[in-house]
């Protein structure tokens, strides 16, 4: 672990779980806490993209669920005692990226986050070719459009 004058001296990035060149800090409100947020749940880091006026924004997410995700995801290590996963076109922005969890939002919406440095990779990714053809962990909604049918 190496340390930047350059980054705020407040903040600690603790513990850091190594699964091949992906490391996962905590940050230090949220250390102790994630395996009870958790709940036995997973911890699965996915992203969503959009084009825009001819621009593609996006952003990571970090949500919990109570299943491990299918095939689709790779596992990438244990964090205080939570196992976490990850879109597979996120694996390069992760390894390229020294990454840390953190709560976000305000006091009564909490959520989890994830902060990348450099953020410059973000942007760089939501560029590459392909970053907007993905499968959805929510296609199962966009199906159901209608009610049952009366026959």
Request: hydrophobic fraction near 40%; glycine fraction near 8%; proline fraction near 9%.
């Given at each position: ?24 800090g905590v940050e230090p409100s949220l250390r102790g806490s994630l395996a009870h947020l958790a709940n036995g749940r ?110």
């Open positions: 672990m190496t340390w930047d004058a350059g980054r705020d001296m407040s903040i600690d990035p603790g513990p850091v779980v190594s699964h091949s060149q992906i490391s996962l997973v911890l699965v880091i996915d992203y969503f993209a959009s084009r825009r006026c001819s621009v593609v924004v996006g952003d990571l997410t970090a949500d919990f669920v109570e299943m491990p995700p299918g095939p689709g995801n790779v596992e990438i290590g244990v964090v205080e005692g939570v196992r976490v996963f990850a879109e597979p076109r996120l694996l390069a922005v992760l390894a390229d990226t020294e990454s840390s969890l953190r709560l976000s939002g305000p006091p009564f919406a909490r959520h989890l986050a994830i902060d990348l440095d450099p953020p410059e990779r973000w942007l760089d990714f939501l560029e590459e070719p392909g970053v907007l053809v993905r499968r959805s962990r929510f296609t199962w909604r966009r199906g159901r459009t209608q009610g049952p049918s009366a026959s």
